[in-house]
Every structure is written in structure tokens, then in C-alpha cells.
């Protein structure tokens, strides 16, 4: 009998030695948190209180993050400093929007230069679980945009969002 206790309890503690690197990150995690791996459904029914995500900054103190946009993965910058969300054309391409020369006519000033961008709208851009719908974009030509910008036209849709350096936190 003292044998079969010894063998469970020893098969328990192996059992708690493999499941304690993939359990202990969760319970330790702050629950007002969101993680960034995979995006929330944001049309779920049950959504108790706000729903909110945390970037950390990269070593250049930049947000890159993974954004859904119309159903599309893709990375791109936290940009308070950009009026409007800013897509790079190739994006854009791969999102459906296809445009043609003539409706790139909003001049946008970048760190290149003043080039001219397509106005759209994009259907919903989603952060985590952090998502916002009808979001107004411009698609901006060719390379002059290296990464993807998440300025005003998203972050002035949520509840708020905040910085402190070394963490910006969106909330909805």
C-alpha cells in the first residue's frame, strides 16, 4: 500500500513538473491584461467589462504589434504621433483594396516627403480584443511607407489609451 502512495504521489509530481511552465505565466498574469497572440472574437456575447491590451515597446521604444485589419493579419506600428491609420499599398492589395492611380489624391506629409494617399475606410481594424469598426485609413503608394501606422483615426475610437514609456495600454 505504501508503494502504490508512492507511485501516485510520484506520478502526480511529474504531472505538476510538466503542466507548471504552461499554467504558473497565466496564473501570474495580470487578468486586467490582454495578450496579443490571438485576437479576441470581438462580437462575442459575454463581455464583462472593458476589454484592453497591453504593447510592450521594441528596443527602438516603437509599438509593433499584430493588428487584424479586415480579416487580415499584419504587423504594424502604435503611431499617436500619425492623424490617421496608414496602410502600405501591398497591404492594402492584400486586404482587397485594389486602387487606382488616380484615387491616391490626399497629400500626407512622411518622413520622405509629402506623397499623395487613397482615403478609404476600412471595415474593422482589431488590436488582441480590441477592435474598432469603420475606421477611416489612407493607403499610401509604393515604398514610402515602410510599416503599417495605427494613428488617431483608430486610437481616438476607444475609451482610451495610455503610455508609460515603455508600455502603451489600448482600452475599449
Do not use: W
Given at each position: 500500500?505504501?508503494?502504490?502512495?508512492?507511485?501516485?504521489?510520484?506520478?502526480?509530481?511529474?504531472?505538476?513538473?510538466?503542466?507548471?511552465?504552461?499554467?504558473?505565466?497565466?496564473?501570474?498574469?495580470?487578468?486586467?491584461?490582454?495578450?496579443?497572440?490571438?485576437?479576441?472574437?470581438?462580437?462575442?456575447?459575454?463581455?464583462?467589462?472593458?476589454?484592453?491590451?497591453?504593447?510592450?515597446?521594441?528596443?527602438?521604444?516603437?509599438?509593433?504589434?499584430?493588428?487584424?485589419?479586415?480579416?487580415?493579419e499584419t504587423r504594424a506600428v502604435i503611431d499617436t504621433g500619425a492623424t490617421m491609420v496608414a496602410l502600405t499599398e501591398a497591404?492594402?492589395?492584400?486586404?482587397?483594396?485594389?486602387?487606382?492611380?488616380?484615387?491616391?489624391?490626399?497629400?500626407?506629409?512622411?518622413?520622405?516627403?509629402?506623397?499623395?494617399?487613397?482615403?478609404?475606410?476600412?471595415?474593422?481594424?482589431?488590436?488582441?480584443?480590441?477592435?474598432?469598426?469603420?475606421?477611416?485609413?489612407?493607403?499610401?503608394?509604393?515604398?514610402?511607407?515602410?510599416?503599417?501606422?495605427?494613428?488617431?483615426?483608430?486610437?481616438?475610437?476607444?475609451?482610451?489609451?495610455?503610455?508609460?514609456?515603455?508600455?502603451?495600454?489600448?482600452?475599449?
Open positions: 500500500a505504501s508503494l502504490v502512495r508512492l507511485v501516485v504521489a510520484c506520478s502526480l509530481f511529474a504531472a505538476l513538473a510538466f503542466a507548471l511552465p504552461f499554467v504558473a505565466p497565466r496564473l501570474l498574469r495580470d487578468p486586467a491584461s490582454a495578450e496579443l497572440a490571438a485576437p479576441a472574437d470581438p462580437d462575442a456575447a459575454a463581455v464583462s467589462g472593458p476589454r484592453r491590451v497591453t504593447i510592450d515597446a521594441d528596443t527602438r521604444g516603437s509599438f509593433l504589434t499584430l493588428a487584424v485589419i479586415d480579416g487580415f497591404t492594402a492589395g492584400k486586404i482587397g483594396i485594389h486602387l487606382p492611380r488616380d484615387a491616391f489624391t490626399q497629400p500626407i506629409a512622411t518622413a520622405n516627403g509629402v506623397v499623395y494617399a487613397a482615403p478609404v475606410t476600412l471595415s474593422r481594424v482589431q488590436v488582441g480584443n480590441v477592435s474598432v469598426v469603420g475606421v477611416k485609413a489612407t493607403v499610401v503608394p509604393g515604398d514610402a511607407l515602410g510599416i503599417n501606422l495605427l494613428g488617431m483615426t483608430f486610437l481616438r475610437r476607444l475609451t482610451k489609451f495610455e503610455s508609460t514609456g515603455t508600455q502603451i495600454t489600448l482600452t475599449q
